[in-house]
């Protein structure tokens, strides 16, 4: 099987988990979906899928963007745009709008991107322990990675 079909296939039966059991994304319990690419399939993969289980869980729902991820914060570099005719930022500010918080792992936006703070889109945050490790170790938190 490629890599493509098991990517799919693994996002298929999280989705199937997520929309046919309220037991494995609860009231209560929140989402940490850690995205380390910025290539285009992925990330709209990751934020779409986000800023779903956001809007119809209703529950918290962090994005983690890490290594190559940091540059689809990065309101200097232009934005891919998907086969959906949306752009990575117009995804990602769809799910900031939807409530959904966006972390930027702070060394990898010095050491990956050449960013700073400044650098971030509207509503993206620097990580810290503060910041990111609420969200992560907060109890009834499933996460996901891309």
Request: glycine share 8%; proline share 3%.
């Given at each position: 099987?490629?890599?493509?079909?098991?990517?799919?296939?693994?996002?298929?039966?999280?989705?199937?988990?997520?929309?046919?059991?309220?037991?494995?994304?609860?009231?209560?319990?929140?989402?940490?979906?850690?995205?380390?690419?910025?290539?285009?399939?992925?990330?709209?993969?990751?934020?779409?899928?986000?800023?779903?289980?956001?809007?119809?869980?209703?529950?918290?729902?962090?994005?983690?963007?890490?290594?190559?991820?940091?540059?689809?914060?990065?309101?200097?570099?232009?934005?891919?745009?998907?086969?959906?005719?949306?752009?990575?930022?117009?995804?990602?500010?769809?799910?900031?709008?939807?409530?959904?918080?966006?972390?930027?792992?702070?060394?990898?936006?010095?050491?990956?991107?050449?960013?700073?703070?400044?650098?971030?889109?509207?509503?993206?945050?620097?990580?810290a322990s503060d910041v990111t490790w609420p969200a992560l170790f907060a109890?009834?938190?499933?996460?996901?990675?891309?």
């Open positions: 099987m490629t890599l493509r079909k098991t990517t799919l296939a693994f996002i298929t039966v999280i989705a199937v988990l997520l929309t046919s059991s309220g037991q494995v994304l609860a009231s209560g319990s929140s989402l940490f979906v850690n995205l380390t690419s910025d290539d285009l399939d992925r990330a709209a993969m990751a934020i779409n899928f986000s800023t779903r289980v956001r809007q119809e869980k209703k529950i918290p729902v962090t994005l983690f963007l890490n290594v190559e991820g940091v540059r689809l914060a990065d309101k200097r570099i232009p934005a891919k745009t998907h086969a959906n005719g949306k752009s990575l930022k117009q995804m990602l500010g769809d799910f900031i709008k939807a409530g959904g918080k966006v972390i930027v792992c702070p060394m990898c936006m010095k050491n990956v991107g050449g960013m700073s703070k400044a650098d971030l889109v509207p509503g993206a945050v620097v990580g109890d009834d938190t499933t996460v996901l990675s891309y």
